[in-house]
């Protein structure tokens, strides 16, 4: 039977981790791989997670089963932080664990093609693995461009999708700091966003994976938060990979926004359903340091301030490659000081990769996807020269 199977092309992330790791240059900079690093190139981990594993050693009792929902004390604990004061919205929203936000999305998707979705919308270029995600679950990607050639998120292309969609379309939107681009849309456009959902049937799907990263906690959830705040129903999409430091541990969470409470116990048992023929149970031992972290006023301070100095050292980045513009004739470097979070897109071919790749060991994504991560002050200079020789 598995004779029959055709090979699958590897994953070009993976291809290029190897590529990376066999270069014996000293001085060659990855900004392929999509995890934070430190000015000094780490991606350490965070020192409140640290504190929350060492209690959580000490204390936990059992690793008996939790059930396909998680460990509720860490869905409830994210909620006022994702959702704001009021993170009930009137008893309309519930959650689970997941495996991940992959694990979130995933289920997301699954969820809405068992209540009957038949396409989803994904603006362009988007997370590589939403496009696999809805080709496996087998519903249609429609795709529309995220951005105008101005740099700006493409509002027109989503109010259309609301106003024309019918009621078995989804839209997945990323809430912020959007892979691979960075460009988000800005409150005004969400504002707009929130308006069209009032009247609309089409189904808000939002993957938030990078809260805290762009412009703070609360200002990162403004979307999100005028979206469940507008729509009927809505999925969301969480994960605690990137602000918390736990790639490996795969904690994520997928939220429900029914019309009302009574509409949750129904769409919740669906959820529950999926997720046991999927991964039965999601992990728990990441979840559980989240969890110990958000109950713990003192973890909670450790933890924001770790994230703060995230954010300052990636806006830090961002700066001074908008600041190169003079030094990058053939590159309009300006916007990647406007974009959010860990990515950018920079336009250059196939041929100028591959020149920064082999004259000068910097590698990224053939599409031009950087994480800008994987600049600090000991390599920026370096590439900042790099690209003005490739783009010249």
């Known amino acids: 039977m598995l004779d029959k199977l055709e090979p699958q092309a590897p994953d070009a992330l993976l291809a290029l981790i190897k590529m990376y790791a066999d270069d014996p240059r000293a001085d060659k900079i990855d900004l392929g791989v999509g995890v934070y690093r430190t000015d000094d190139g780490a991606t350490p981990v965070f020192a409140a997670i640290k504190k929350a594993e060492r209690r959580l050693v000490d204390e936990q009792e059992s690793k008996g089963y939790l059930g396909p929902e998680g460990d509720m004390g860490f869905v409830h604990a994210l909620k006022p932080y994702i959702f704001g004061a009021d993170p009930a919205k009137g008893g309309r929203i519930e959650g689970m664990q997941t495996p991940g936000g992959t694990g979130a999305v995933r289920l997301a998707v699954s969820l809405a093609a068992h209540a009957g979705a038949k396409r989803v919308h994904l603006g362009v270029p988007s997370w590589p693995n939403h496009a696999q995600i809805l080709a496996d679950v087998g519903v249609e990607a429609a795709t529309f461009d995220h951005a105008d050639a101005d740099g700006a998120a493409n509002l027109d292309a989503v109010l ?155 806006r830090w980045v961002r700066e001074r490659l908008a600041a190169a513009d003079n030094e990058v004739g053939g590159i309009d470097m300006e916007p990647l000081g406007r974009g959010n979070g860990m990515f950018a897109m920079l336009p250059l071919d196939k041929a100028q990769i591959g020149r920064l790749r082999e004259d000068h060991g910097i590698y990224m994504a053939g599409s031009g996807r950087i994480n800008v991560a994987g600049l600090t002050q000991g390599n920026i200079y370096k590439f900042i020269g790099a690209l003005a020789e490739v783009s010249a």
């Not at 849309?185 to 009247?199: K, V």
């Open 160 to 314: 259309q999708i609301l106003r024309d969609g019918g009621a078995d379309e989804a839209i997945l939107l990323h809430g912020c700091c959007h892979n691979p681009t960075g460009i988000d849309y800005s409150p005004e456009q969400w504002d707009a966003i929130a308006e069209a959902l009032q009247d609309s049937d089409v189904l808000p799907i939002v993957d938030v994976a990078y809260q805290g990263l762009g412009h703070g906690l609360k200002e990162d959830s403004y979307g999100l938060r005028a979206v469940i705040g507008a729509a009927q129903q809505a999925l969301v999409c969480y994960s605690c990979d990137k602000n918390f430091g736990l790639y490996r541990d795969r904690v994520g969470a997928l939220y429900v926004l029914g019309r009302d409470a009574g509409d949750l116990p129904k769409i919740m048992s669906n959820a529950n359903s999926l997720a046991r023929a999927n991964w039965s149970m999601p992990p728990d031992h990441g979840a559980a340091a989240v969890r110990y972290v958000l109950r713990d006023e003192g973890l909670t301070a450790v933890w924001r301030a770790e994230l703060d100095d995230m954010r300052e050292r990636l």
